[in-house]
């Protein structure tokens, strides 16, 4: 991280404190409720730049989630109400294939898409 700042503390702290995986809007309106001040436009930043240097993951669905738990582990995305959750910790690293001829593979995401027990 580069400069730290009192609002990427926030944001982070807030990060850490929760299990949920909130999308952007939901992060500015938690962090807001601290810091009155704060734009939409620099939470906006802040996570894309956090997620960039793989400090918090981005989970890619509709509409971006972010989590602060950057152990191995996998995510169920509701298809109906877009919840998502945490689902599978695993040890071992995917095997990927050992030729990979468009590119160096530096991460990935393991997403698994259903109904919630609450919207099935």
């Known amino acids: 991280m580069s400069r730290n700042t009192i609002q990427k ?3 982070l702290d807030y990060l850490y404190s929760i299990k949920s995986h909130p999308s952007a809007d939901q ?15 620099t939470v906006y930043r802040i996570l894309k730049s956090f997620s960039q240097q793989n400090i918090i993951r981005e989970i890619n669905s509709e509409v971006s ?10 995510h ?11 689902m599978l910790e695993f040890d071992n690293q995917i095997k990927l294939p050992k030729n990979i001829k468009n590119g160096q593979v530096d991460n990935y995401q ?3 898409f259903g109904f919630c027990n609450k919207c099935k």
Request: charged share 30%; net charge positive; glycine share 0%.
């Open 27 to 41: 992060v500015y309106l938690a962090v807001k409720k601290k810091l009155p001040t704060i734009s939409k436009a």
């Open 9 to 11: 503390q926030t944001i």
């Open 110 to 112: 393991l997403n698994f």
């Open 76 to 86: 169920f995305i509701c298809r109906r109400c877009k919840s998502v959750f945490d």
């Open 65 to 74: 989630r972010y989590d602060a738990d950057m152990s191995k582990h996998t």
